[in-house]
């Protein structure tokens, strides 16, 4: 079975090719997904990401990267022509500082792609509710997993500026959630929190109204913000 997502993907890669970058940074790389989709489409790639290991790993392949924070990117001013989010703006601590920060080093554009929901819709807001019950429970276990950002408040570090325009579409595939496979992730992931019981009893409040209303996937946020 396809994976949703790369529909998701495949449209944000060509609206970030679309511009013809000879440059171009990824904040958050991970594993690289992402660069190896572009790789021999843009002349110097780079990725930056808070984890060693995966920096190690991306540097094994060939691909340039340095191990660093969102919030301070250690670039010159206008250095890559794109500068890129890949699934990560809900991973960074201070989006602000974070988008402030690829808004000075990009030359032309920022492009993102983030998770989002359709909250005006009941099986998207029950969704939602899991996502947030989900990200509790890894805020509480040390990892940097915040609340899915909406278009404005995406923007919102930058709407002061002048002469910063933007675009954005939101997309969703409506994919229903297996409810019997979303209980035994959640319980795998209560017993990470010895069964915390207000968090046992809100889980149970979610999968109630997945009954009642259903859950489906997650969609997705693709947005361009030039200089």
């Known amino acids: ?42 002349e110097r790639l ?36 794109v500068v890129v989010f890949s699934f990560t703006p809900h991973h960074i601590a201070d989006w602000a500082a974070g988008l402030n920060e690829a808004m000075r080093v990009a030359r032309h554009s920022v492009e993102i792609l983030d998770v989002w929901y359709d909250d005006t819709i009941a099986d998207q807001r029950t969704a939602h509710a899991l996502d947030r019950w989900l990200k509790t429970i890894d805020r509480r276990m040390g990892m940097v997993h915040n609340d899915t950002l909406s278009p404005g408040a995406l923007l919102e570090p930058v709407m002061g500026r ?54 489906t996937d997650e969609g997705a946020i693709l947005m361009t913000i030039e200089k």
Do not use: W
């Open 46 to 81: 780079c990725g930056i990401d808070p984890d060693a290991q995966n920096v190690s790993n991306l540097r094994a392949e060939g691909f340039e990267a340095i191990q660093g924070s969102a919030e301070k990117l250690p670039f010159a001013d206008g250095e890559f022509d």
């Open 162 to 215: 002048r002469n910063v325009t933007f675009d954005y579409a939101c997309r969703r595939i409506a994919s229903p959630l297996n409810i019997e496979e979303t209980m035994a992730e959640g319980h795998a992931k209560l017993a990470k929190v010895d069964n915390d019981p207000a968090l046992a009893a809100e889980f149970e409040q979610i999968i109630s109204a997945a009954r009642r209303e259903g859950m």
């Open 1 to 42: 079975m396809a994976d949703i997502f790369d529909n998701y993907r495949d449209e944000f890669r060509a609206r970030v090719l679309g511009g013809r970058p000879r440059t171009l940074l990824e904040i958050g790389s991970g594993d690289g997904g992402f660069l190896k989709t572009v790789k021999g489409e843009v």
